[in-house]
């Protein structure tokens, strides 16, 4: 049992270049996120996926874009990557329901150069 | 966007010391308060508190929340190296997690 897995861990990219940034979760779990961690500022919520077909805007979603495959899979695209888009980025999974503390992957440390 | 705020943004203490954590928030309408512990990795959740006034409880960490002074606190007893870490809170709304900043928090032995 894994929990929730990303890929890459590091990455540089040069400002306009592309990437995705891949998430996987074998919780089971209906919900999935993409989060970004800036210094002195917390988590940042850009995407969820309340469930399989659906993904909705959260607090930073300019300039990415997401794909939720399956249940498992959840991915981040940067279409055209800024400077301002380096970060560290976190994928979450959980339950629907009240109870709903979310996991978090192990991050992926993204700089745009 | 919901606020929450926590403080001291940082705080150094030594092994031993009791430390008391501040998440203070503006939105009254939300499912739970969590609580997470980040080690220079991903978040690690602690604990979700959803009624004023239960304490939850975890060997030397306790957290209860305040519905009607909007807070909650997280106490750290005994507090040992291993303990320093960014603490995280945050609200639960619909399907969305609001964090604050975070503080930092510096077991000195």
């Known amino acids: 049992n894994a929990g929730v897995t990303q890929t890459p861990k590091f990455q540089v990219l040069k400002t306009g270049q592309s990437m995705t940034l891949q998430c996987a979760q074998d919780m089971n779990h209906n919900s999935m996120y993409w989060y970004r961690q800036d210094p002195g500022m917390g988590l940042r919520l850009i995407y969820y996926s309340a469930s399989e077909g659906t993904t909705d805007k959260g607090e930073v979603p300019n300039g990415y874009n997401v794909s939720r495959l399956n249940k498992r899979e959840f991915s981040l695209r940067l279409e055209s990557a800024a400077p301002s888009q380096t970060s560290v980025y976190f994928c979450?999974?959980?339950?629907?329901?009240?109870?709903?503390?979310?996991?978090f992957g192990p991050g992926t440390r993204l700089t745009v150069l | 966007e919901d606020k929450v705020v926590q403080s001291p943004l940082s705080l150094v203490v030594h092994e031993g010391d009791t430390v008391t954590l501040n998440c203070s928030y503006e939105v009254t309408n939300f499912r739970s308060l969590l609580w997470y512990k980040q080690e220079k990795k991903a978040p690690t959740f602690l604990f979700m508190l959803?009624?004023?006034?239960i304490e939850k409880k975890s060997g030397r960490l306790s957290s209860i929340l305040d519905k009607k002074e909007l807070f909650s606190i997280l106490n750290i007893t005994a507090t040992q190296t291993g303990d320093s870490a960014v603490y995280l809170c945050?609200?639960?709304?619909?399907?969305?997690?609001?964090f604050g900043a975070g503080t930092t928090v510096t077991v000195r032995a």
């Open positions: 979450a999974s959980g339950r629907l329901g009240t109870y709903n503390e979310q996991f």
């Open positions: 959803t009624s004023s006034g």
């Open positions: 945050a609200l639960i709304n619909d399907y969305k997690l609001s």
